[in-house]
């Protein structure tokens, strides 16, 4: 099939790879000149695992093309895929200034039928607006479909290609047919595609995420319920996980959960629900307690420096993990920029280090109130305490005697728990965690 993409960022430069990978032709549309340049250049604006493989394999062959120029793209193409930014508005409602935008342009340069797909992530009632604003532009006839992605960063190329379902939602049984031949090579090992109304399936997205952000900020709720009466969180855990209604998934207790995903669709929902006069109380509950989590440890960092509130200055902190998740740079939201705004509040001197994010941390600015090291070792030289808050692979088991050599005081805030307390004292460190007994 001749597909577009319109917006390379992290939805849409997956989907356009792994579209070329089953054999598509597939154009990927940005008005960013210099994003353009780089993936010309086999150059990948974005940290994901597998990704540069699949752009240069489809690119060489000719499968994967990538242009700025809207007007070919849209008339090389019989199906557009829209997947561009829905950032937040300040009252958390989702920006649809792109998308429509978008839409308006496919509107003036279709030359005949087309469907356009909305992959972004979109509140309810987008996939009539998307319609609206191209038919203004054009008498081509156009199909709207919603198709939300549910890719998880840092494992989005195999989440692609195989997927747990694929959601599709129009209200045309036709081109539910084309969408699902289009998606066929993903499912060979029979998960569902499901097809459903536009709205429905614009809903399905941010309740699933939602969902998924419920379990994190419940489990983190029980995890101070936790150090309060003296029980261990992991056990708990491991006490329901094992009830398949429950599962083991999204119920680590930790600083929060982050990202350009959960926080903004939780947001998108609220807000949803408000303009149809629904208040979601357990929604907005979630949200309040991931907010809160995030500065879970700064109470315990503070008291152990008997802080008394005259600050943290003279003190040396060192973070390890910037991302908001494993295997990616990814920052938006992320917890390290809360914990890190706090500390040097304070007055903290402060030492950080991320395997992939810390050009990341650059560009946001944090190299003004973070030393960023080289790597996890040399940000540990004279620290006063370790803040571990990314619980990356190459974290879970260092070298504890080098770790003692070089701070001034051997102390852990593990705000992932990924460390065995008992070794970790053992080693001669004060270790202090997420809902479990401090002793």
């Not at 090389?76 to 989702?94: K, L, Q, R, Y």
């Not at 996939?127 to 054009?138: F, L, M, N, P, Q």
């Not at 840092?154 to 539910?176: C, H, L, Q």
Request: glycine residues 8%.
């Amino acid at each position: 099939m001749k597909l577009a993409v319109i917006g390379t960022g992290y939805v849409g430069l997956v989907a356009g790879a792994c579209f070329a990978e089953t054999g598509n032709h597939v154009i990927c549309m940005d008005n960013n000149e210099e994003k353009i340049k780089d993936l010309l250049e086999g150059k990948i604006p974005i940290y994901e695992p597998g990704l540069d493989d699949y752009v240069v394999r489809n690119s060489q062959k000719g499968k994967l093309t990538f242009s700025t120029d809207i007007k070919t793209t849209v008339e090389d193409s019989d199906i557009i895929f829209i997947a561009v930014g829905t950032p937040p508005d300040e009252d958390g409602s989702a920006d649809l200034s792109h998308v429509l935008a978008v839409a308006k342009a496919i509107g003036k340069h279709m030359n005949g039928p087309k469907i356009v797909v909305n992959k972004s992530t979109v509140p309810v009632g987008t996939a009539k607006k998307v319609k609206e604003a191209i038919e203004k532009e054009t008498s081509q006839t156009v199909d709207v479909v919603s198709n939300p992605e549910f890719l998880k960063e840092g494992a989005a190329i195999d989440d692609f290609m195989y997927p747990d379902r694929v959601v599709i939602g129009t209200s045309n049984p036709e081109v539910g047919e084309i969408m699902r031949e289009l998606y066929r090579p993903f499912v060979r090992t029979g998960n569902p595609i499901i097809v459903m109304d536009e709205v429905s399936a614009e809903l399905t997205k941010y309740t699933a995420n939602s969902m998924l952000a419920t379990k994190i900020s419940f489990m983190n709720e029980i995890s101070r319920l936790c150090d309060i009466v003296g029980a261990d969180v992991q056990k708990v855990r491991s006490g329901i996980g094992s009830d398949k209604r429950i599962g083991y998934s999204f119920i680590f207790p930790g600083v929060g959960y982050g990202g350009s995903c959960f926080p903004k669709d939780v947001k998108a929902l609220i807000r949803t629900a408000k303009t149809v006069g629904k208040t979601l109380s357990i929604l907005t509950a979630v949200e309040e307690v991931n907010d809160s989590q995030k500065k879970i440890l700064i109470p315990a960092i503070r008291k152990y420096y008997n802080d008394d509130n005259k600050g943290l200055k003279g003190k040396t902190l060192s973070i390890w993990g910037l991302s908001f998740k494993p295997k990616t740079d990814d920052m938006r939201e992320a917890p390290s920029r809360i914990i890190i705004e706090e500390l040097h509040k304070l007055g903290a001197t402060l030492l950080a280090h991320d395997p992939v994010a810390m050009d990341e941390a650059r560009r946001l600015g944090l190299d003004q109130k973070v030393t960023l090291c080289d790597d996890n070792y040399t940000a540990l030289k004279n620290s006063d305490g370790l803040i571990l808050v990314t619980e990356w692979l190459e974290y879970r088991e260092p070298d504890f005697e080098k770790m003692k050599q070089l701070m001034k005081t051997p102390v852990i805030f593990d705000g992932r728990n990924i460390f065995n307390p008992d070794k970790v004292r053992k080693a001669g460190f004060d270790y202090f965690c997420i809902g479990r007994p401090k002793v």
